[in-house]
């Protein structure tokens, strides 16, 4: 798949100046948000000589923040556009396959264990009450959302047309609030949830209640192991 294709090509190239710069901003703010950071500190953590060296790679604070979220969220669009439904004549009503849902929650999981602070970054986003960053939010996410209540609404799932609002965002929460919220969870709940075994669990049971609501089959009962 998409996510998984791009993985192989980050592992085999070189990091770039560029990707560890977007690396540490992403992580920055993720934790303290927009105005939390500074540019100095951002290249400074990122090994950078002084802040005039980021400027060479982006051309302002704005501007490195909106490549962090299309970095973040272009792959995912990429992915449910590449799910094969979204291929299928626009006027069919589909039922969705199971290995599909199986194979983008797998995917997408993997890619945010990857990318664990985009799930923040997104939350603190849409929380701050920036004109700016709500608009920017919206505008990286729409992209989001229209393909997967595209394939939705292609898919023979039984939900009425002013219900696939609601579908798209509980599946959005489902997904993403489990790795946006990794630290309330540990607190709660106890114990590492990106470890292993507690992300294995998350998979199951993502395929279960995922599958529940699109109506594929997938909430029979799960297999063993991921």
Do not use: C
């Not at 920036?130 to 939900?159: D, E, F, H, M, N």
């Not at 997904?175 to 309330?184: K, M, V, W």
């Amino acid at each position: 798949m998409a996510l998984a294709a791009a993985k192989t090509r980050r592992a085999r190239a070189p990091r770039t100046t560029r990707d560890v710069i977007l690396d540490t901003a992403e992580r920055h703010f993720a934790e303290r948000g927009f105005d939390g950071v500074s540019v100095r500190e951002i290249a400074g953590d990122a090994g950078l000589k002084n802040q005039a060296s980021l400027y060479h790679h982006f051309r302002h604070k704005r501007d490195l923040y909106e490549a962090v979220l299309s970095r973040g969220i272009d792959p995912i669009v990429a992915v449910v556009t590449a799910s094969g439904l979204s291929a299928t004549n626009d006027d069919a009503i589909v039922a969705v396959p199971r290995d599909v849902v199986t194979g983008f929650l797998d995917t997408v999981i993997d890619y945010l264990l990857e990318h664990p602070n985009l799930p923040r970054l997104l939350q603190r986003a849409a929380l701050d009450d920036s004109r700016y960053l709500r608009a920017t939010l919206g505008r990286s996410l729409k992209p989001l959302y229209a393909q997967g209540i595209k394939v939705i609404a292609k898919s023979s799932t039984g939900w009425e047309p002013d219900e696939l609002l609601h579908l798209g965002v509980g599946l959005y929460l489902l997904i993403f609030g489990y790795f946006a919220n990794t630290q309330l969870i540990a607190s709660v709940a106890g114990g590492d949830p990106l470890a292993t075994a507690a992300i294995n669990r998350q998979r199951r049971f993502l395929r279960a209640a995922i599958g529940q609501l699109l109506d594929v089959g997938a909430h029979a009962k799960p297999t063993r192991g991921r």
